[in-house]
């Protein structure tokens, strides 16, 4: 008799090996989709407002970017905006590009800066600072024209309007 019970404990079902595989796969699901959710919703940067002199000209200190940091603007114009960014790059260049891209511009989402790189807050593709305006196309920062004259930077109303198709989808 005992060992025909030894030999149906051995065939009896148990379902706590399933119930902790189970558990674990739903605590990595979760764990997987909170990770998506806030990798997702990253804040988008900020955008000071700024409005070009009589000239048609948005003049910037150039000490402004000394800080190396990326510093985040809009630009509007009857009911078109435009957003764009200016990074000290790491040689030192001043560079400015929209807010956007030629692949992501739809998801309205732009770029952040980690360190030394522009990241695509859509895709999350890298982009060195000093590549800024010298790299175009695909998810690169669309390059936007700008020049420094003495403790300047020049950027032209006209040249932020070129970009106002990046941004018309955007609802703020």
Known sequence: MQGTAKKRDQFKDTDEPKKFSIMWILLIL???????????NRPVASHAAVTPDSD?????????????????????????????FLVRSTDGVIRAALDSCDVCYREQRGYR????????????????????????????????????????????????????????????
């Open 56 to 84: 048609g000209v948005i003049r910037f200190a150039v000490d402004d970017f000394a800080d190396g940091k990326a510093h985040y603007f809009s630009f509007k114009d009857g009911g078109s905006e435009v957003r764009f």
């Open 30 to 40: 979760a764990a997987a989709a909170i990770g998506a959710w806030f990798a997702w």
């Open 113 to 172: 800066q980690e360190g030394d790189d522009m990241v695509c807050n859509n895709c999350n593709q890298h982009f060195r600072t000093d590549l800024v305006n010298v790299v175009k196309g695909g998810c690169n920062p669309v390059p936007l024209e700008r020049q420094q004259v003495g403790n300047q930077i020049l950027v032209r109303a006209a040249d932020l309007a070129n970009g106002f198709g990046y941004f018309a989808l955007a609802v703020r």
